[in-house]
């Protein structure tokens, strides 16, 4: 299956400091979808990407597919940012089938 | 708007009792998935379906068993539990049909611990 890998492992900041999550995958992907799981476990939609560029808030992302790579951006971050950040992808041979998830960064925001 | 149910949240059993999690899936959607968590770890895939037929499988289980029903609801039945079974397990549910995005959405979760 396809390799997915996110950096950095871990990343510890003082709110109010902006960071870059990466994802990198191995093959071309249908799907690209980052997600936050909050100390509760629930894991949030933040963005479906397969390509191009999206902002919500103080988040934006892009994906260069041909490249095949996306960013997590974090603006002015809050310690209610908090939590584990996955990236996902369903490769560009299946339409019904499985995400692959990398192994998540976690960012951890002070006050 | 709606979004996928799963229940119960959080649920007890014990080593080698069985254990029935149930999902709802956005209306209108096609496509069910279910995702096994353990502690620390990524969601790993178990298996998928779509209109009420298996569309793909993962490592899921010969005791773990599943099917989605004429409403669309799904049901994974785990059996023998193990203390490995301990997880989170997560139901996501996608508009497959002609033209649309893959998106995957997800519920809640429900958090099974085997003691």
């Known amino acids: 299956g396809i390799q997915v890998e996110q950096s950095p492992p871990d990343l510890i900041l003082q709110e109010g400091a902006n960071s870059t999550l990466r994802c990198n995958f191995s093959?071309?992907?249908?799907?690209l979808q980052w997600f936050h799981q909050n100390p509760w476990g629930q894991l949030i939609n933040l963005f479906y990407?397969?390509?191009g560029t999206k902002q919500n808030g103080r988040l934006s992302a892009t994906t260069v597919a041909t490249e095949r790579y996306s960013l997590l951006y974090i603006s002015s971050s809050q310690t209610t940012d908090s939590g584990v950040y996955f990236c996902?992808?369903?490769?560009?041979?299946?339409?019904?089938?499985?995400?692959?998830f990398g192994r998540g960064t976690q960012l951890t925001v002070w006050p | 708007a709606a979004g996928v149910i799963q229940s119960p949240r959080h649920l007890i059993k014990e080593k080698r009792e069985t254990a029935t999690l149930k999902c709802y899936p956005i209306?209108?959607?096609?496509?069910v998935y279910w995702y096994q968590q353990g502690p620390g770890q990524d969601p790993q895939f178990l298996i998928s379906?779509?209109?009420?037929?298996?569309?793909d499988k993962g490592s899921i289980p010969d005791r773990f068993s599943a099917q989605q029903f004429s409403d669309y609801h799904s049901e994974l039945n785990m059996s023998s539990l193990e203390l490995g079974d301990s997880a989170l397990y997560f139901c996501?549910?996608?508009?497959?049909?002609?033209?649309?995005?893959?998106?995957?959405?997800f519920g809640p979760g429900t958090r099974l611990t085997v003691t």
């Open positions: 209306p209108r959607h096609d496509t």
């Open positions: 996501a549910s996608s508009l497959v049909r002609q033209g649309n995005t893959y998106e995957q959405y």
């Open positions: 093959d071309s992907v249908n799907n």
């Open positions: 379906f779509y209109e009420k037929m298996q569309s």
């Open positions: 990407i397969p390509s």
């Open positions: 996902a992808v369903l490769e560009i041979r299946s339409t019904l089938g499985r995400l692959y």
